[in-house]
């Protein structure tokens, strides 16, 4: 399939907006019950594990590690910092606002807390997910693909995050919507949905990068005086059953792309916003990267984390550089099965910012997390199986991340 063949403007005829919705919704229902029983699954495994330990499964999801951060920004607002022993300076004002923002609105209009209303955001926010994962593994390799997708997903060793009170259910939730958006030509909804993933954290750039980088390649295939013949030229084959794309005849070119111009510009407004508003308030432009300086992250091209693997020594280095391999893998695997370039561009940005980033290594697993498109050929893989074979890998690799999770939330747990 070509990378630029599903870009074309959704249908408008057949049912109503409701309909297709509700339509849409049944489709989707399997990936959503197989998806929600997995996290119940890790939840109750949970639950056992910390009564056993004589702690709380809710203060492990609610109290803990950045879910404090974001409560405190919802109840108090940006300004409060903590000066470590070393002299390094913590400040809130690393942690971006949608989810704050989102737990404060849900805490004023119910009974619930800060936490708990992070809690439920992210609970919400996992199915939303789930729901844009199996839309895009249906669009791309049926509806097996689909399921399996979400499953993975929901299964991931570090899946245990999907249903704390963190904020990568919540930006994966918008990154996969924004990235389906651009998949089926959908460009003011992607440039919403990417500036919004832009206000919840700063991989949010690489939604903007998908939108972006698929809107230049588009142009340049479009560049021909005119737009190409009057008739329509074909750039490629669309989804299974859907015939040939064709280029539309006529018109300045950029008129004819102003709807995918007007995403691209709304793309990049809440990460700049937010990026520019630290910046005035701390007084200089690069202030947001000083308060992540504070914390120790950074970007420094890997250096410092092949440094961190060859202190780990044998053998954990090595095995922690087979992860890497297997993830860079699933990636080139991707590529060369003709993965459409939305998903290669957000998922490559989404591997190349966690793998490059310094500081806090054992967060690299949870940072890895939002690039699902790594899953795809896996998914694809296990809906060719057999539905016995199928549903059997899904239950032990779910069984091995309930107990993982466990295990890691009443251990060291995720920084």
Known sequence: MNDLAPFRAPERSGPGRAGRLRSALRRAAPALLVYAAIRALGLVVLAAWSAAHGKSWHTLLTARWDSLWYTRVAEQGYGYSVQLANGDVHSNLAFFPLLPWLERGLSAVTSLSAADAGLAVSWLASLAAAWALYLTGERLHGPRAGVALAALWAALPVGIVQS?????????????????????GRWVAAGVLASLAGLTRPVGAAVVAAVWITAAVTLWRDRAPGGGPAGGEPVGDGPAGGGPVTRPGGGPRLRRHRRMLLGVLLAPLGWCGYFLWVGVREGGLTAYLDVQGGWGNGFDGGVAFASFLWDLGLPAGLGLLAGVALVVWLYVLGARRGQPLPLLVYGGAVLLLALTAKGYFGSKPRLMMPAYPLLLPLAAGLARRRPAAAWTVTALVSAGSAVYGAFWLNGSGPP
Do not use: D, P
Not at 164 to 184: D, H, K, N, P
């Open 164 to 184: 704390m009170a963190y904020s990568e259910s919540l930006f994966t939730a918008l990154a996969a919507w924004g990235v389906y958006c651009v998949l089926t």
